[in-house]
Antibody
C-alpha cells in the first residue's frame, strides 16, 4: 500500500536550519511529484513546495521562497526539505503528499517543527 | 487571509445536507481543477474530491463536488457524526505559480 513517512522535525532556534525527509513506499516514487504542506498551530493548511523531478521543476510558496529548497533521491525513495533561516512563523506540522490528478492523494502523518528561542 | 475563501464553520443535524463554498478567482478556480480534503486534527488529511467533482476510490457518494465560474462547492448529504472535521478546498494558482488552499471550514454535527 502507498505510504509516506516524514521525519526530521524538532525544536530549533530562529535563524537556524533543519532538514526534513519524506520516504515513500508502495509506489514508483520517481514518477510522482511530491508536495510539502504545513499547518501552523490553530491555522489551516498551507502549501509549501512541490518537487516534480529534481531538475528545475520545483515551485515554492512566496512565504518560503529563497529560504527553503526541496530535493529528492529517487534511489532512496526520499524527498527532502532543507529549511534555512527559520522563523517563529515556520512553526508547524509539515506533511508530505503525493501529487495525483492535480490533487494530493496520499499524505504522511506529519512531523512537527518548532522554531523558538 | 487565504487566497481561496471558505466560511469558517457549517453545521447540520444527522441526515441533513451541508454545503461548503470555496470562492476564488480567474487565476485559480476559474482555470484550474479544484480538490477537497477532510482533515481531523492529529491525522493525515484525506482527499475527498479531485478535478472538481471526481471521488477517489473509497470515498462515499455522499460527498459531491461542483464548480461554477470562479467558485466551487462541496456538499455532504446524509450527514453523519463521523463527518465532523475540517474541510479544505485547493487549486493551482497561475499568478502565484503554486497551490492555494482555502482557510478551512469546520463542520459540526449537531
Amino acid at each position: 500500500q502507498v505510504q509516506l513517512v516524514e521525519s526530521g522535525g524538532g525544536v530549533v532556534q530562529p535563524g537556524r536550519s533543519l532538514r526534513l525527509s519524506c520516504v515513500g513506499s508502495g509506489f514508483t516514487f520517481s514518477t510522482y511529484g511530491i508536495h510539502w504542506v504545513r499547518q501552523a498551530p490553530g491555522k489551516g493548511l498551507e502549501w509549501v513546495a512541490v518537487n516534480w523531478d529534481d531538475t528545475n521543476n520545483k515551485y515554492y510558496a512566496d512565504s518560503v521562497k529563497g529560504r527553503f529548497t526541496t530535493s529528492r533521491d529517487n534511489s532512496k525513495n526520499t524527498l527532502y526539505l532543507q529549511m534555512n533561516s527559520l522563523r517563529v512563523e515556520d512553526t508547524a506540522i509539515y506533511y508530505c503528499a503525493r501529487d495525483w490528478n492535480a490533487a494530493f492523494d496520499y499524505w504522511g502523518q506529519g512531523t512537527l517543527v518548532t522554531v523558538s528561542s | 487571509q487565504s487566497v481561496l475563501t471558505q466560511p469558517p464553520s457549517a453545521s447540520g443535524t444527522p441526515g441533513q445536507r451541508v454545503t461548503i463554498s470555496c470562492s476564488g478567482s480567474s487565476s485559480n478556480i476559474g482555470t484550474n481543477t479544484v480538490s477537497w480534503f477532510q482533515h481531523l486534527p492529529g491525522t493525515a488529511p484525506k482527499l475527498l474530491i479531485y478535478s472538481h467533482n471526481q471521488r477517489p476510490s473509497g470515498v462515499p457518494d455522499r460527498f459531491f463536488g461542483s464548480k461554477s465560474g470562479t467558485s466551487a462547492s462541496l456538499a455532504i448529504s446524509g450527514l453523519q457524526s463521523e463527518d465532523e472535521a475540517d474541510y479544505y478546498c485547493a487549486a493551482w494558482d497561475d499568478s502565484l505559480t503554486g497551490w492555494v488552499f482555502g482557510g478551512g471550514t469546520k463542520v459540526t454535527v449537531l
